[in-house]
């Protein structure tokens, strides 16, 4: 079963309810990003699709799954944001064109509705329609981010599954086995600064990150002794999504700080940059050190929601601040 090993739970409840006659023909999967969470969708739709289920397993033989694997089954609909746009009307009467048809195999239909939160209004009316008269054998799979807003109307109408970060300690033994060059120590850390998300601290140690954000926090320490804010500006990169991330390692230092402050030994993002951040802790007030994170979440916020601003000059105006109201 092709599931990464914290779906495994959920799966098993999922196909159990099923069996058990408690099956629902609209499932909506919040998930925390990060996951793989489409896998663990396109698995349960397998599932649907298969003619001769081995109890949780699709048999993987029958005509359905030859044509599920193939990657060609004509009852699977995805329906997904084009282009970077919302989930317009049109795309959702396309489909309910489509599902007044029976179904080209006689068996399920099967709907993947893939980031459901960027359904426009029409959209989420003209699908609400739909689930309202649900017809046999028509399955809707929706997902969203966890924190994302959905319709009301649309999520009273699906039995909501909620997935989210495994245990550190099965994400750990997941992650150990692809990188055993790293420490445990070192795992650990990227475990913490990717937020527990295993698929995105792979990309992350893959991208040789975990360095990158130790020398990033040490030009920082320089900027903190020297003031030249031009000296960390430089360290930044020119991509908004990157500088982000980059200014988020710059929060879990200030955050570790006001831990190390209010002597909290647990919960530190960076252990490895103790050296460091005990003594930038003492010589700040937990005052500056909240302002300092402040000022750094609202740099953060401005990047992802201000358009046709420059992102320098944001940056610029987060590094002077912290010089400024901060440092002295």
């Keep these: 079963m092709n599931l990464y090993p914290w779906h495994s739970q959920i799966y098993q409840q999922l196909t159990h309810s099923f069996l058990n006659g408690r099956g629902h023909h609209a499932l909506l999967f919040k998930t925390e990003v990060g996951l793989g969470t489409e896998l663990l969708i396109r698995q349960f739709a397998h599932w649907l699709f298969c003619q001769e289920k081995q109890l949780t397993e699709p048999c993987g033989r029958c005509k359905t799954c030859v044509l599920w694997q193939s990657g060609n089954h004509p009852d699977y609909h995805l329906i997904e944001s084009i282009d970077g746009?919302?989930?317009?009307?049109?795309?959702?009467?396309?489909?309910?064109?489509?599902?007044?048809?029976?179904?080209?195999?006689?068996?399920?239909?099967?709907i993947y509705?893939?980031?459901?939160?960027?359904?426009?209004?029409?959209?989420?009316?003209?699908?609400?329609k739909t689930l309202e008269e649900p017809n046999e054998k028509i399955y809707f799979l929706l997902e969203a981010p966890l924190q994302s807003a959905m319709l009301a109307t649309i999520q009273s109408r699906c039995q909501t599954w909620l997935v989210h970060?495994?245990?550190?300690?099965?994400?750990?033994?997941?992650?150990?086995?692809?990188?055993?060059?790293?420490?445990?120590?070192?795992?650990?850390?990227?475990?913490?600064?990717?937020?527990?998300?295993?698929?995105?601290?792979?990309?992350?140690?893959?991208?040789?990150?975990?360095?990158?954000?130790?020398?990033?926090?040490?030009?920082?320490?320089?900027?903190?002794?020297?003031?030249?804010?031009?000296?960390l500006f430089q360290a930044f990169s020119s991509e908004i999504e990157r500088q982000c991330e980059q200014l988020e390692w710059l929060d879990s230092f200030f955050t570790d700080a006001l831990k190390a402050k209010l002597n909290i030994a647990a919960g530190w993002v960076n252990p490895d940059l103790q050296a460091g951040i005990i003594p930038f802790s003492q010589a700040l007030s937990a005052q500056k050190l909240l302002k300092g994170h402040y000022i750094i979440q609202q740099t953060q916020r401005d990047l992802l929601e201000v358009n046709a601003v420059n992102s320098e000059l944001m940056l610029v105006n987060c590094l002077t601040k912290l010089a400024v109201e901060v440092f002295n």
């Design 85 to 110: 746009k919302d989930i317009g009307v049109d795309q959702i009467r396309e489909l309910t064109t489509k599902l007044q048809q029976f179904s080209q195999q006689g068996g399920n239909s099967v």
């Design 113 to 128: 509705i893939a980031g459901a939160n960027r359904l426009t209004e029409a959209a989420s009316n003209a699908l609400l």
């Design 165 to 231: 970060t495994p245990y550190v300690e099965q994400a750990y033994q997941w992650l150990q086995p692809q990188f055993p060059e790293y420490q445990v120590a070192e795992l650990q850390t990227a475990l913490r600064i990717c937020h527990n998300r295993p698929l995105i601290c792979k990309k992350f140690l893959e991208s040789d990150r975990l360095q990158e954000r130790k020398t990033f926090l040490q030009t920082f320490w320089k900027f903190y002794k020297s003031g030249d804010v031009w000296l």
